[in-house]
């Protein structure tokens, strides 16, 4: 008697009375063959595993960081990641003193979701793995009773240095203070010129523009990692989108310590100071990318120490024990609101 040949498993859900289903075969040739995958725990319909985290990698392996960002797939289009929000993440890591060495993907998928836009996304990941030199420890695909198609991407990476002082900085004291790195809306005004580079280039002499185009305002902080331990900090935040007054929002637990910063002690570049008043923005909102916020308990050496070594560093302000955070410029006092 001949033996009926036997299907692949299917995993069903129904969506709004509408079946919908994603094969084990289609898994196969869709995630594990164009990955390559080294760890046998990805699955569909696996457990969601998001957050973010530093946390023992065993006994004998240190530490490990980790960093995830929630994206969002449009119906109908390829699923790209973004390379900004893959730097943001390395940013991150950066300020928890690890390099980015393996990306995970959970994918959240909604009734449209399809094999093309799998496809679509496994060549993306795969292709932003490959230029950072890193594995794909994992892709886990399961269905959401929504319209819309989430992924979860998380990057890891070894913590280079196990020092309390490296890769525990959330934390905010009354009395530290309160330093930035970089330079503020520098990112932001590359940003405002390129958008509007023609009006710019009318109303702006031509040694401005060439000014704002030789510009380099983004950066990782490998510096302020090897330097800071030193100097015992105790919390680090990358600014960025929403600018350096975001950062400080940002900086360590609200509810535990506030802030009292003199903005006229930031540096800004004159060209972004221009472009905000001619476009009426608030160089403090402008992105900030490539700008760090620390909080240490003793500042001077410190910046002393990251001058040295060629980055731009000022002391801005003191963390207090009233939960305020409180910006002082030109002899006007506000206060930071979310």
Known sequence: MEKKKRKAPVRK???NDREHFLTDSIYERSVIKQLHLRSD?????????????VARAGDT?????????????KQGEDFIIDKNTVLDMERSLACRGAYISSFRAEVLAGNTFREEELRSLVVSLSEVAAA??????GFNVFYDSTDETRVILTAAGSVKKVSAALWQMASIYPSEDIVVTGVAARSGMKQVFKENEKEIRRNFSELFCMRVENIVADRLPYV???VLPSFFATAIQPAG?????????RLGDRKKAGMQIDLDKLSLDQESVE???YFNLNPLRMDSYGCYVIALPDSEAAVSALRRA???AVCVGKVTKELKRVINCQDETRYMTL
Do not use: H, P, Q
């Not at 725990?41 to 985290?53: D, P």
């Not at 392996?61 to 797939?73: D, I, P, Q």
């Not at 950072?132 to 420890?137: K, L």
């Open 13 to 15: 859900m129904k969506n």
């Open 41 to 53: 725990k990805s699955r569909l319909f696996a457990a969601y595993n998001g957050g973010s985290a």
């Open 61 to 73: 392996a240190g530490y490990e960081a980790a960093v995830s960002r929630c994206l969002f797939l």
């Open 132 to 137: 950072y030199n890193a594995d794909v420890t």
């Open 224 to 226: 302020e990692m090897e």
């Open 241 to 249: 989108a929403g600018g350096i007054e975001a950062a400080f929002m």
């Open 275 to 277: 472009l905000a008043e």
């Open 310 to 312: 060629g980055i731009n």
